[in-house]
C-alpha cells in the first residue's frame, strides 16, 4: 500500500520542480560564467513538457546543466515532445541586427522544411529592430 502514495508524492514533486526557475543567478556561456543575472528580467514565457516522470521517457529531459545541449538534442529526436505551431501562429519575427536578415533569410528556406509560401509568409513577418528604432 506504500508504493501508490510514493508515487503520488513523487509526481506532486515533479510537476512542482519542473516549473520553478531561479530568480537570479549564474549562467555558463562559452565556457566561463557570466555575472550574476536577474532571469526575472527576461519576462519569457517557457514551455514545460509534460512527460511521465517515472518512466525512462523523462530521463532525457531531467538533467544537470552540463547535460543541456544533451536533452534538447533529445528533444528534438522525440516527436511526442515540444511545442508544435503553424506558421500562422507567428506574429513577428524580430531579429536585432539588420546583418542577421540574409542568414535568417537562407534558415528559413533551406531547413525548416516550409514550403516556399509558407517561408515567404515567415520571411515577411521578419522585423529588424535597428530598422525599428531608426523610425522612432
Request: charged letters at 25%; hydrophobic letters at 35%; a negative charge.
Amino acid at each position: 500500500m506504500l508504493e501508490p502514495e510514493k508515487n503520488i508524492f513523487h509526481e506532486l514533486l515533479y510537476n512542482k520542480l519542473r516549473l520553478i526557475k531561479p530568480i537570479n543567478g549564474t549562467m555558463i556561456r562559452n565556457g566561463s560564467e557570466t555575472d550574476t543575472l536577474n532571469f526575472h528580467d527576461e519576462h519569457e514565457w517557457r514551455y514545460v513538457l509534460n512527460v511521465n516522470y517515472d518512466t525512462a521517457d523523462a530521463a532525457p529531459y531531467l538533467s544537470l546543466n552540463d547535460d543541456l545541449i544533451q536533452a534538447s538534442n533529445k528533444l528534438s529526436e522525440n516527436p511526442n515532445y515540444g511545442l508544435k505551431f503553424n506558421v500562422d501562429d507567428v506574429k513577428y519575427i524580430v531579429l536585432e541586427n539588420i546583418s542577421d536578415k540574409q542568414p535568417f533569410f537562407k534558415y528559413i528556406c533551406n531547413n525548416c522544411g516550409y514550403t516556399e509560401d509558407e517561408a515567404y509568409m515567415l520571411i515577411s513577418k521578419i522585423n529588424v529592430l535597428e530598422e525599428l528604432e531608426g523610425d522612432m
